[in-house]
């Protein structure tokens, strides 16, 4: 029996170590064959669990690796995804911490920031998270190898406070609290600039840097964060450790002026 003209490209694809492929690319391919003869093809080759779609327009292939899951990994693909989107990105937050080995728990969600609103992508088993974020620091990404190529990381500095900004995103700041007390490990002092501070708000800052300083006793990460606020004369106004949740009546840290209005027990 003759192979399928549209399965034998695809595994010559693979063979050349490309995992996903756009329909603009197939129809280059094959710009005799008829549109609708070409999505024919792609949905039986889906429906046999060769390739999957993901996003209009763009296709995953699926290895003999990855033929029981009949998915591949977030972090294989998502460069490719988003480059087909033409958007900047980054893989942050709680699947930016699990690459510096700071999960705690594995992630359910797969988490990228980008500048756009991106509906969420549900496909097989796996969730990728889009966070808008309003510009993409790129001086705080990292380059992370994969099996496939690069993608782009946020530091560690960068993932800790974006982890305060976006708490209630991943869980709240009982989550927040136990990832940071593993992400320190990877985190440097000398990397707490005022260039990455200046992307967030003052209330941002001085919730991390309560944590830092009174919950997790890192209080080497505390006072650098404490002198790069003062270098750059921000005023600290009280503010509550959990929005949402009353806050009179409460005591409040002297120095970051938050107002502790619930109780922090990271899971450590």
């Given amino acids: 029996m003759q192979k399928n003209y549209l399965l034998s490209w695809i595994e010559e694809l693979l063979a050349r170590g490309r995992i996903a492929f756009a329909y603009d690319d197939v129809k ?7 549109e609708n003869a070409l999505i024919q093809s792609l949905s039986r080759l889906s429906h046999k669990g060769k390739i999957v779609p993901v996003y209009k327009g ?26 087909y ?72 500095e960068l993932t800790a406070l974006d982890l305060i900004y976006y708490n209630l995103r991943v869980g ?7 990832v940071l007390s593993e992400l320190v490990e990877s ?9 990455l501070i200046k992307l967030f708000s003052i209330p941002t800052i001085q919730r991390i ?12 990460f505390a006072k650098k964060l404490y002198t790069v606020s003062n270098d750059l004369n ?16 409460f005591k409040t840290d002297p120095r970051w002026k938050i107002i502790i209005n619930t109780e922090i027990e990271p899971d450590i």
């Fill in 28 to 34: 280059n391919a094959f710009p005799e064959k008829p």
């Fill in 58 to 83: 763009f296709y995953l292939i699926i290895s003999a690796e990855y033929a029981n899951r009949k998915i591949i990994p977030p972090v294989q693909f998502i460069d490719y995804l988003m480059e």
């Fill in 85 to 156: 989107i033409g958007k900047p990105y980054y893989v942050g937050l709680l699947s930016a911490a699990a690459l510096y080995g700071a999960a705690h728990q594995q992630p359910q969600e797969f988490f990228v920031l980008t500048t756009s609103k991106q509906l969420a992508t549900y496909k097989k088993g796996i969730k990728i998270n889009y966070v808008i974020k309003s510009q993409i620091p790129s001086q705080f990404l990292e380059d992370k190898k994969t099996q496939t190529g690069y993608i782009k990381v946020s530091s560690p």
């Fill in 172 to 178: 709240g700041m009982n989550r927040v609290a136990t």
């Fill in 187 to 195: 985190m440097n002092t000398d990397k707490i600039e005022p260039d």
């Fill in 209 to 220: 840097g309560y944590l830092l300083e009174t919950v997790l006793e890192e209080t080497e």
């Fill in 234 to 249: 921000l005023t600290f106004f009280r503010q509550p450790l959990r929005t949402g949740m009353p806050s009179a009546g």
